[in-house]
């Protein structure tokens, strides 16, 4: 687990963070640049938890919940929702609660999960995927030290979504972030 920072910390997402999660992803712009489906069926947050609990089995999906160091409030998720061992590479991503957004949570969380996922794993390259309409989202990967390597146009996002996305990418021998 990745050591708090910024007063947050990131612990594995469990059975008690699930109804935080449920909340989460009926948030509008959850919907609208991530994977979550829109809507989302009444039992998402379980069958996703049970989805990334397996995967963690065999290395190729992570999730951690983001907590409040000091009052342990759930505040988001930080996820690898792709992990691929032989290419030493994973896609990485977030989402921040409403309510914890304009903080700075979702950059200290991107901060820890990329250095867990280069000192915990050995991953060689983290990858993050952006819609180019996603502003706040792509200051938080220039702040977390990722760079911007070009859009992919029309890219499948979920069931009837198609959109350009950018692709940013870190490696373990990029400078530091901040």
């Known amino acids: 687990m990745p050591p708090p920072s910024t007063g947050i910390r990131l612990v594995p997402l469990a059975e008690s963070h699930l109804e935080a999660v449920a909340d989460l992803v009926e948030d509008p712009a959850v919907q609208r640049f991530t994977r979550v489906p829109s809507p989302p069926p009444a039992d998402f947050a379980r069958t996703w938890l049970e989805r990334y609990e ?6 190729t999906r992570e999730v951690f919940a983001i907590e409040d160091t000091v009052t342990g409030a759930f505040l988001g998720i930080a996820v690898l929702p792709r992990i691929d061992r032989e ?11 409403p ?18 996922s280069f000192t915990e794993t050995g991953l060689e390259r983290l990858e993050l995927m952006i819609s180019v309409l996603n502003e706040p989202s792509k200051r938080v990967a220039e702040r977390c030290g990722f760079t911007y390597e070009g859009a992919l146009r029309s890219c499948f996002l979920k069931p009837g979504v198609r959109e350009d996305i950018e692709l940013w990418s870190r490696l373990p021998s990029d400078p530091a972030p901040g």
Request: net charge positive; proline share 0%.
């Open 99 to 116: 309510a914890a957004r304009g903080r700075g949570i979702a950059t200290a969380a991107l901060r820890q999960l990329a250095e867990w």
């Open 54 to 59: 397996r995967a963690r089995l065999d290395g």
């Open 87 to 97: 290419s030493a590479t994973a896609e990485l991503g977030y989402m921040v609660a």
